[in-house]
């Protein structure tokens, strides 16, 4: 513990970035390739009707990420902190209860989306074709969701410790294994849409037991015993007030997301559907390297904090923000000037490409500022203020979207509804900015407080 609290201390903000969220960055980008090589494959070796297929279902899987990130986001805030104090009975404390929380909760979402499988996507849209094949899918992966939960859950403890070259090490096994496996699958074994659920679910058990053998066997600051595995009900609260904004973010992005289909659904029809459904992976793979900085950046933020050196906390958010900003402008760019190219990944109906691309420019028009959003969520994240980061997530998916999806499409028609969520983004980004501010206002107070002192 004591060496990796002596470089999250110490060292200076643009190593830290190379060590921390590089590998953060890459791990999650393999983390995002889940989700949209799935999309790719089943567009091309199937048919386009199957990308808005799986974007129904996937609607569905965001609710047990939702699980995951309530205990794992909470857990990885108390662990940077726990670093930076050197309180090692903590530590110990969080594998047993990350692990069992998220099994649990697993199992019994499994149980609710396979027996209610058609029902709960009928709710949000998906009717004709889209409703039987998003069916078929969604009932296979809801039996792997105690893997794809307690996988990234674990996982996340270890970038939480800063060991982002394991964490990255072991998500990129499973991914390499779900691409080898979806083309199998779906094509040499003719299962169609259930093979490329069948190749999620086994490349997501492989993803568990890399990370049960990182904390067996790894230089992990959290000693897998059988002690390891019981929980400890005195730090369940403050795991969920942490991660209860990571896992309002999650269930308001299945609620937006259900809102969009619905509407797109019904305005637009399945050719809208498919193409929101294109647009909406694009976005999750793009965000993923800068939730992948996000997650390099709390262990600093963390730590530093707990060693209540505001200085740092305040260099590490900037270094940190101006390059998720960089990267953010460059997606931007290529979605501004390359929507066709980026479309035929998933469709191979080049009239319905060329329908699309106005309206995928529309959707993605403010990506540009995203960098700093996710970085000030992250911010009162790992200091553990997870009602400011509530706040953020809520107005984005709740207070500025929902209306503003009601009342558009009544006015402009489907078009509103491509409209809905930059217009909320972008009102989402001033209100992070002014508590970021305000942040960092309280901060300048205290280092001028600490100084007179010392003089």
Known sequence: MDENRKYLLTMSMRKLFTKLAIPGMIGMLA?????????????????????????????????????????????????????????????????????????????????????????LLKFIGAKNEILNLSERYIKIISLGFIFGGVGP?????????????????????????????????????????????????????????????????????????????????????????????AMLMQIMSAAQLAILLRFMSSYGGDNSVIIIGAAQRIMMFAFIPMWGIGQGLQPVLGANFGAKNNTRVKDAFKTFTKIASGISIAFWLAFMILPKFILSWFITDEGLIAMGASKFRMYLCVFLLYGFMITSITLFQALGKGGKAAIIVVGRQILFFVPIALLLPRFIGEIGVWLSLPVSDLLTIILAVIFTITEFTAFNKNIRSTKVIHQ
């Open 31 to 119: 983390v995002g390739l889940y989700n949209m090589v799935d999309a790719i494959f089943v567009g091309q070796l199937i048919n386009s009707e199957s990308v808005g297929a799986i974007t129904m279902g996937y609607n569905i899987v965001l609710v047990n990420q939702a699980i995951l990130t309530f205990f794992a986001t909470g857990a990885v805030s108390i662990l940077s902190r726990a670093i930076g104090e050197k309180d090692q009975k903590t530590i110990d404390k969080l594998f047993g209860n990350v692990f069992w929380s998220v099994a649990i909760l697993s199992l019994l979402l499994t149980g609710v989306v396979y027996f209610n499988a058609s029902g």
């Open 153 to 245: 859950a674990l996982n996340m403890l270890i970038r939480g410790e800063g060991r982002m070259k394991a964490a990255m090490k072991i998500v990129f096994i499973g991914m390499i294994i779900n691409i080898i496996l979806d083309p199998i699958f779906i094509s040499v074994f003719d299962m169609g849409i259930e093979g490329a659920a069948v190749a999620t679910v086994l490349s997501q058990f492989i993803y568990l037991i890399g990370d049960i053998v990182y904390f067996k066997y790894g230089k992990s600051v959290i000693k897998l015993t059988r002690n390891s595995f019981k929980v400890s009900f005195d730090i369940l609260p403050k795991m969920a007030g942490v991660g209860f904004s």
